[in-house]
């Protein structure tokens, strides 16, 4: 039941994981401790998201919030969390247009291959503001044999070359595909053309918009494709490339963008390191091992697959220890 506390002290939240069946989805998820029911195709779990709204071809068109799964918040949703604390979780980031928290976080599961498909240009979500940018990047967890991911354009392709590609089918010879490699990551900013092949599961960071615009399915039927959309938005420019998984006790910075940063950290065994950034919420992805948050709160311990939101009021003063041999997590951190 939700607390009855009035005005709790900001703590670091867990979240209760969204599951979401997909095409493309599968059993994979379950290396990440989430409960996937039997036979059942799940291709999304997320684990931090505040969303009024979906679009209806991504999440169904219905609001997705998060709930807090422990201490005075439990049972309520993060953007209750944002309402009750303010800038205290915030800090100096700015909340959505429509007031919720700027972040979403997934995990990926792709028994399939997902959609080729682009998210809203500057240019196009400036014009049409019921679509709203997706700055994204993919941190590749595990990987088949052979597995890819298509990333950005061949050097010379023309948007007339694509038009024609999507009517014959072939959209996916013009794509550069990238072998899946664990450890390394993929920033896909908004109006890349991209597609998570099959074999794939990675944790998703991204800002919190599902508005896709689809050119090619692979053919499956049934799913509605955006061809003149997707055509104006695509950029085509190369895609970055990938950043590698860092070595034992370093730390690697693998996005920067306007709207967030994202690292990654290994502590060795017992080795303990500042949340932080000073001021600015900070969210916590354990990718192996678990870790335990000290600070002026109860200490709370993050386990594999779990994510955690560190309130910016409290980030300078928290730490992570790694509690059960070396553990490796990465910590998305909000821009102002």
């Known amino acids: 039941m939700p607390t009855t506390t009035p005005n709790p002290t900001p703590y670091p939240l867990l979240f209760n994981p969204i599951l979401f069946p997909k095409?493309?989805?599968?059993?994979?998820?379950?290396?990440?401790?989430?409960?996937?029911?039997?036979?059942?195709?799940?291709?999304?779990?997320?684990?931090?998201?505040?969303?009024?709204?979906?679009?209806?071809?991504?999440?169904?068109?219905?609001?997705?919030?998060?709930?807090?799964?422990?201490?005075?918040?439990?049972?309520?949703?993060?953007?209750?969390?944002?309402?009750?604390?303010g800038t205290a979780l915030l800090g100096s980031a700015k909340p959505t247009p429509e007031g919720n928290y700027p972040l979403l976080v997934k995990f990926l599961d792709a028994n399939e291959n997902l959609s080729v498909q682009v998210h809203p240009s500057?240019?196009?979500?400036?014009?049409?503001?019921?679509?709203?940018?997706?700055h994204e990047c993919w941190y590749i967890?595990?990987?088949?044999?052979?597995?890819?991911?298509?990333?950005?354009?061949k050097p010379g392709t023309t948007r007339q070359a694509l038009?024609?590609?999507?009517?014959?089918?072939?959209?996916?010879?013009?794509?550069?595909?990238?072998?899946?490699?664990?450890?390394?990551?993929?920033?896909?900013?908004?109006?890349?053309?991209?597609?998570?092949?099959?074999?794939v599961l990675v944790a998703e960071v991204q800002t919190p918009s599902d508005t896709t615009f689809r050119l090619y399915d692979?053919?499956?039927?049934?799913r509605e494709l955006h061809t003149q959309h997707a055509l104006t938005c695509i950029d085509l420019a190369p895609a970055p490339a990938p950043t590698r998984?860092?070595?034992?006790?370093?730390?690697?910075?693998?996005?920067?963008?306007?709207?967030?940063?994202?690292?990654?950290?290994?502590?060795?065994?017992?080795?303990?390191?500042?949340?932080g950034p000073a001021g600015q919420s900070a969210v916590v992805i354990m990718l192996a091992g678990e870790g335990r948050l000290q600070g002026p709160f109860e200490?709370?311990?993050?386990?594999?697959?779990?994510?955690?939101?560190?309130?910016?009021?409290?980030?300078?003063?928290t730490t992570l220890t790694s509690t059960a041999g070396p553990c490796t997590y990465l910590r998305a951190a909000l821009r102002s």
Request: net charge negative; charged share 15%; glycine share 12%.
């Open 218 to 222: 692979w053919g499956r039927t049934g």
């Open 122 to 134: 500057p240019a196009y979500a400036f014009a049409h503001p019921e679509c709203k940018l997706k």
């Open 163 to 199: 038009r024609q590609a999507t009517i014959a089918g072939t959209i996916a010879e013009m794509m550069v595909a990238v072998p899946a490699v664990a450890g390394e990551c993929h920033n896909l900013p908004s109006g890349t053309c991209h597609a998570l092949g099959k074999g």
């Open 141 to 153: 967890l595990a990987a088949q044999p052979g597995a890819v991911i298509y990333k950005g354009l």
């Open 245 to 275: 998984k860092c070595t034992a006790s370093c730390a690697e910075r693998h996005v920067c963008n306007e709207a967030f940063t994202l690292d990654e950290f290994t502590p060795g065994a017992g080795e303990s390191l500042g949340v």
């Open 299 to 317: 200490p709370i311990t993050v386990h594999m697959g779990q994510t955690c939101l560190i309130p910016a009021s409290i980030a300078e003063g």
């Open 23 to 85: 095409v493309w989805g599968g059993q994979a998820l379950r290396q990440l401790g989430k409960e996937i029911p039997p036979n059942a195709t799940i291709g999304e779990s997320w684990e931090l998201a505040d969303m009024p709204s979906t679009s209806a071809s991504g999440a169904g068109g219905s609001p997705v919030r998060s709930v807090i799964r422990q201490g005075d918040l439990a049972g309520r949703t993060l953007a209750e969390a944002m309402n009750i604390w």
